[in-house]
């Protein structure tokens, strides 16, 4: 009798750099850890609307408005291509978004810290979109299809982001003292948390070793966290800032930057809830998600009636 080995040919496929796509065979567990991925990836990216959306009303000119408001609707859209390419693994948007609201599902621990001043939109767009780049830049290689594809955009705007946040960083520290000490107090609250974001050290992530050999991930959270001080560092240095790591320290052997340790209590304290925001930040989710429900209705309504011709 002949027997396929389905998990040895799906196996060398991804070694041959080939992408699975939907309607290939994959195994339970790497479909699983796909909707997991993708969809706190998602959430994140929602959830993560919230921090800046305070600061659109306050941006101090026209023009920083009219940029804050674009990089927040980048965001949007970047939810909805992540929540379509997890809906290709078979399972619901309406689902996905019951576990969010409903404080099961995960979305980044940056997201659940403060914002507390005009500097923090410049901190989250230079070190949290520059974290989110690091991460993701390998993603746009991850094994899945519809991922991938969807990686190549977002990440072209997140530099986008990137940019913009290193630009008001520069600004305010160019700007008087007031400014530039705004400038340091907001990368001296948003640094340690956006090394976190990477995820636990390699010993402790659950999940790294099986992802890495199925190329999900392509690199582990510990090579990334690295990469990202290592280009991190001297771009502080150049506009006069600096990093609130008294350890922190250029290793010529290893050509990298030494640093501090990372508090995990903090980190997995967040994870689990009780980080400083994360009950207004599902609160205010679940409200924008209620307030939004005629726009689906509407939009279920509109397709009923297109369906049966009563719309041109
Ligand atoms: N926060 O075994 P690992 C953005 C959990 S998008 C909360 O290492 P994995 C754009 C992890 O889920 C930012 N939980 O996990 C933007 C797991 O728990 P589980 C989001 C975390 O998946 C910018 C457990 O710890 N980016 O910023 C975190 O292999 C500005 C063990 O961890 C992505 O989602 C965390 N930081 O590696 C928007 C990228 N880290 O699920 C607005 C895609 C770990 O077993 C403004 N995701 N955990 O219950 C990934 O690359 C990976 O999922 C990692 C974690 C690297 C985040």
Known sequence: MLRIDLEGHFQEKIDR????EAKDWMPEAYRKTLIRQISQHAHSEIVGMLPEGNWISRAPSLKRKAILLAKIQDEAGHGLYLYSACETLGIDRDEL????????????????????????????????????IMNQIPLCRTSYGPYSRAMIRICKEESFHQRQGYEIMLTLSRGSTVQKNMAQDALNRWWWPSIMMFGPNDSDSTHSAQSIKWKIKRFSNDELRQRFIDMTVPQAELIGLKIPDPDLKWNEERKSYDFGKINWDEFWNVVKGNGPCNKQRLRDRVKAHEDGAWVRDAAVAYAEKKRSGRVN
């Open 97 to 132: 978004l019951n576990e969010l609201h409903t404080g099961k599902a995960k979305y980044s621990s940056i997201f659940n810290y403060p914002a507390l001043t005009w500097a923090d939109m410049g901190a989250i767009g230079w070190l949290v979109d520059g974290a989110a």
């Open 17 to 20: 750099e080939e992408r699975i």
